[in-house]
């Protein structure tokens, strides 16, 4: 215990408030034995509308809960039904397009096994999202609608999950304010990168796994002699597929652990140890596996990520203002852009990035000392960010997609603060407040449904984000290589002469794209001298299919490169 107080500060607070050792959390009524008839319960962890033994009382009228599941559900393949006739942008084109490793029966042996950390491949240290695409490649091949069906599907799986949590923490909210905060989840802006983009499907499910084993874990019922053995499985299984779908998996046994510790400490049973333990062991386990196995040199990855302003100092002091933009963008989500960058912080200098993040830590801390169940969410909210807190050297500094777990916490954070028991007292008030978040998940719908229109293809993805970001080299790449694609030669050159300028004229795949423009609007000669600039900065370049194979360029564009370098051959 000890240990994970040093682990997790909030961890000493939550000791220090503890509840009166007989009122116990779960999937649904306390047990009848925590708080005899007549015995006082706190107001910190009063239940609202129950009676002195937690149990809500005999006239509460009868619901079918699993309507409320469903309704969520249909609501959420509704909003992102725009998205299921979308194509596929971004890094899936290359995986899913490009890459045939998807497609070979023989993968899933090693993607199973977890064999695909010593593979070079893409995806290596996540070989549960490679089956999820794996599955979908052996059922729709490379049909984007498939790809995109199943994401849809199970971001609505999550926002279930998230409303049975909230049923499980405060059985008796009402029905407006029970739905209504997995509702802002489900229709969020923020968690459309993940749910549009079918290589992000990441995100989803570790999301899937540690809320499924959290579930799990709060529906523990100690009883003398039944250690509850195959619940506690279930919650190692989903902390190994949580962690096997991506390193935020950590949440899992993270979030298992201060569920004991701020509900349950005293159930000294075998089932916290077994769960807590085991969840614990899988995920050391498989991250260890993940380092030592991990093919190096790459051939895929060439290139090695970096901090972002080039040390680890200059990252700690960038941190701050990327966990800021979060915070601004999961209370005002505009601005939403496909690759952040410094010009996407200039409105947040760390000085006020710093009372920002100030003001929501201590908001965390005094919702933590009034009710102990907002541990919970803020667990969900906290750790999956160390992950991606650019401690160590990570290919994005700042995304959408690593909000997506924490968006999740948030909107269980808001179901609990419904459930408070100030407000529970009074109903009228908490009936305003239920209307409020729903309008404000009507206004979040309709800007989920607008950005997913972002994500509809390469064009308008990319278009987007050089707008948001314009000293983004992926963006002006990205835009190059589209509106040359849609024959939309002027402005492809523009974006490829902004991609050479951005990257100081040193990456020659940008150099490569003003050559296939400049010679397809008929300026031969100048095309045969970025040509040549490309392959004296990357020679590589000189195998188109060579690149391919290393997952370095798409098929199409490989083929017209090799087109341009044979007329270039024959050239005098």
Known sequence: MAALERAWPAAAVLRRRARPPAVVWGAGVPAASANPPGARVPRSVALPNRDSRGAAPPSAPARHPWLEALGLAVVTVAVFWPTLSADLVYDSRMQILTDSFLFEPANWVPVLSFQTLALDVLDFNRPVNLASLMLDASLWGREPFGYHLTSVLLHALDVVLVWRLLRQLAPALPLAAGTVAPLLFAVHPLVTEAVCEPSYREDILVALFTLTGLSLALGHRSAPGRPDVWRALGCIGCALLAIGSKESGIAAPTVVAVAWLALRRDDRGAFWKLAGGGTAAVVVAFLAARFVL?????????????????????????????????AQLVVLPVNLCADYGLHSLAHLPLPVALV?????????????????????????????????????????????????????????????????????????????AARILAALAVVLGAACISRQTVWRDSLALWTDTARKNPLSFTASAGSSEALREAGRLDEAEAAARRAVELTGGGFGDAWATLALIVAERGRTDEAFAHLDRALEVNPKLADPDGRVAVKAMERPYAADLKRLLARRRAAP
């Not at 093919?295 to 960038?318: D, M, Q, T």
């Not at 160590?392 to 916490?409: H, K, N, Q, S, W």
């Open 356 to 432: 920002i993040d100030a003001v929501a830590a201590i908001a965390g801390v005094v919702a933590i000392r009034a009710d102990r169940r907002f541990a919970i969410a803020a667990t969900l909210v906290v750790v999956p960010l160390l992950s991606v807190a650019n401690l160590v050297p990570i290919y994005r500094p700042a995304a959408d997609r690593y909000l997506y777990l924490p968006v999740a916490g948030l909107a269980l954070a808001v179901g609990l603060a419904l459930d408070a028991p100030w407000l529970a007292r009074r109903p009228r008030w908490r009936r305003h």
């Open 294 to 326: 991990e093919p190096n040199p790459s051939k895929i990855f060439e290139a090695r990520p970096s901090y972002p302003g080039g040390s680890l100092a200059a990252a700690l002091l960038i941190e701050p203002r990327i966990l800021a933009l979060y």
